[in-house]
């Protein structure tokens, strides 16, 4: 269990790093955007490994149960922000704003911070 929780810290600190440098490279034009969107899919990929196929489907509600720990589901919320705004940078307006929505759902589903 305790190498289980290492390897979730891990993981969420690397997408904290991620998050910084996506953000970063927001507003140096339209194909760093599509990079950064790519980036970010790839960064929620790393984020939950085998389970990324089923966290990105999965419902609100379910999504969270899954996830359990707060840390690394608001890591997945960061991303998935970061991607959305590089989405609306593009001018992909659609999939920006479902992905805000989505976001906007799993944060108010989001497990509690006791974790």
């Given at each position: ?13 690397q ?10 490279r927001?507003?140096?034009?339209a ?8 980036d ?13 196929p ?5 419902d ?24 959305a705004?590089?989405?609306e ?18 944060e ?8």
């Amino acid at each position: 269990m305790l190498h289980q929780r290492d390897l979730i810290l891990r993981l969420i600190e690397q997408a904290g790093v991620a998050v910084a440098r996506l953000r970063a490279r927001l507003g140096l034009g339209a194909t760093e955007a599509e990079r950064v969107v790519r980036d970010a899919e790839q960064a929620q990929a790393a984020l939950f490994g085998p389970l990324w196929p089923s966290v990105r489907v999965l419902d609100p509600a379910s999504a969270a149960m899954l996830v359990g720990d707060a840390r690394q589901f608001h890591a997945w919320l960061d991303l998935m922000r970061v991607q959305a705004a590089a989405y609306e940078q593009i001018g992909a307006m659609q999939e920006s704003q479902a992905l805000t929505a989505r976001a906007d759902a799993l944060e108010r589903a989001a497990p509690s911070t006791q974790s």
